[in-house]
Nanobody, 113 residues
Framework: QVQLVESGGGLVQAGGSLRLSCVAS????????MGWFRQAPGKAREFVAA????????YYADSVKGRFTISRDNAKNTVYLQMNSLKPEDTAVYHC??????WGKGTLVTVFS
């Protein structure tokens, strides 16, 4: 069974930065596009960012464009989400996912003003 394990969440002041990591147990990780999603308390899960298998193309939600950067290191089976200029509305549980690999359990990001 494939596992996706996120880390890097925490408590940060508005304007600060965090880098999330997601490590896949699957050796074929490099074949798949990966995405980051988030779910704030009382809200539906929403798309944040995605990256193609090669890392050559990336996609972002309008709400994070220019502040967040998704990247990947296929040699380490890892996808990253660099989050800068964080806002309180970025507070959520962040999950990595891929259709072929499923969902991770998530890591909590809390941004306070």
């Amino acid at each position: 069974q494939v596992q996706l394990v996120e880390s890097g969440g925490g408590l940060v002041q508005a304007g600060g930065s965090l880098r999330l990591s997601c490590v896949a147990s699957e050796r074929t990780f490099s074949r798949y596009a990966m995405g980051w999603f988030r779910q704030a308390p009382g809200k539906a899960r929403e798309f944040v960012a995605a990256i193609r298998w090669s890392g050559g193309s990336t996609y972002y939600a309008d709400s994070v464009k220019g502040r967040f950067t998704i990247s990947r290191d296929n040699a380490k089976n890892t996808v990253y989400l660099q989050m800068n200029s964080l806002k309180p509305e970025d507070t959520a549980v962040y999950h990595c996912a891929a259709p072929e690999l499923g969902w991770g359990k998530g890591t909590l990001v809390t941004v306070f003003s």
